[in-house]
């Protein structure tokens, strides 16, 4: 089933991401927290891809697994900043000879670790969201940032940069994580007003440990409000609670985001299936 399909129901819909392996040796425990996420029956599910194509064969194989043993639908990711245009076409290849019609089309990071590696056929996403495009049969997604890529100058450049990413054939957006909604609805306003007009994915992130606190803050600088930094200080040193707490926290950010007209909703859920039973159990009345 097509993304556009799925999210452009009047049904709230709740997703997932997952990630798969960087090695293959931790293969089957990765696969096993999947298929446990996949058992939970989302609306669909999003597995990520590494920079320059580190696990794009594990991409493929564990959506292919998730939409054929389990019915639920993958959407595949696909970045593109290390790779080669014949790169990218043997990769589209193999998602549509796995039977994979939904593919997030992104840039990808550059890293101290892969900058000097990158070949640049590719600079920006729009390149390769019409290179999708023109191979035919794929639902493109891509991403945008409430709070303004990290590398654009200011949030108009970066809203200018959407749109030519979704004029190139971009059918749908999910966001990137952020805590306070309203950036979202404050954000929702400046592209409709800019003319993009495709449906948005609202992703969200249960934060449950200190240290993804951490890494969230020095990769992307994501604005943390008081009442959540309150959350973290409290509760921090003490695991258990922590996880409930974010838990709690995103299920409120989630009920207000439907509640505010956002329909479909994709929850980070770093291959954590307690975390997304949780997240589904407390919004179940409210998605049936």
Do not use: W
């Not at 709070?147 to 940069?161: L, N, R, T, V, Y």
């Not at 309203?182 to 994915?201: D, H, Q, S, W």
């Not at 859920?269 to 049936?288: D, F, G, H, R, T």
């Amino acid at each position: 089933m097509k993304i556009i399909d799925i999210i452009g129901s009047s049904t709230p819909s709740l997703s997932f991401e997952v990630f798969p392996p960087k090695t293959s040796d931790t293969f089957d425990t990765v696969k096993e927290a999947i298929e446990k996420i996949a058992i939970l029956k989302p609306s669909f599910m999003s597995v990520t891809y590494g920079a320059g194509g580190g696990t794009s064969e594990f991409t493929v194989s564990l959506a292919k697994d998730i939409q054929d043993n389990f019915g639920v639908t993958p959407l595949a990711h696909l970045t593109c900043i290390n790779s080669t245009k014949e790169d990218i076409q043997n990769r589209l290849i193999a998602l549509k000879e796995a039977g994979i019609e939904n593919i997030l089309a992104l840039r990808g990071d550059i890293t101290p670790e892969n900058r000097d590696k990158i070949k640049f056929d590719y600079r920006h996403a729009n390149e390769l969201v019409e290179q999708i495009r023109a191979f035919g049969g794929f639902c493109i997604g891509g991403a945008c940032y409430p709070e303004g890529h990290p590398e654009s100058p200011s949030q108009a450049e970066d809203i200018k940069s959407l749109k030519s990413k979704v004029d190139a054939g971009c059918q749908f957006l999910t966001t990137q994580m952020f805590f306070d909604n309203n950036i979202l609805y404050n954000y929702m306003y400046k592209i409709r007003e800019a003319g993009i007009t495709v449906p948005i994915v609202a992703g969200v992130m249960p934060v449950t440990n200190v240290n993804q606190i951490k890494r969230i803050c020095s990769l992307s600088g994501t604005y943390l409000p008081q009442r959540f930094k309150a959350i973290v200080d409290r509760y921090a040193s003490n695991p258990n609670a922590m996880c409930q707490a974010g838990i709690a926290y995103a299920t409120e950010q989630i009920i207000d985001l439907y509640a505010n007209g956002i329909n479909a909703v994709h929850v980070y859920s770093m291959n954590k299936p307690y975390v997304a039973l949780k997240i589904q159990e407390n919004i179940s009345e409210i998605i049936k």
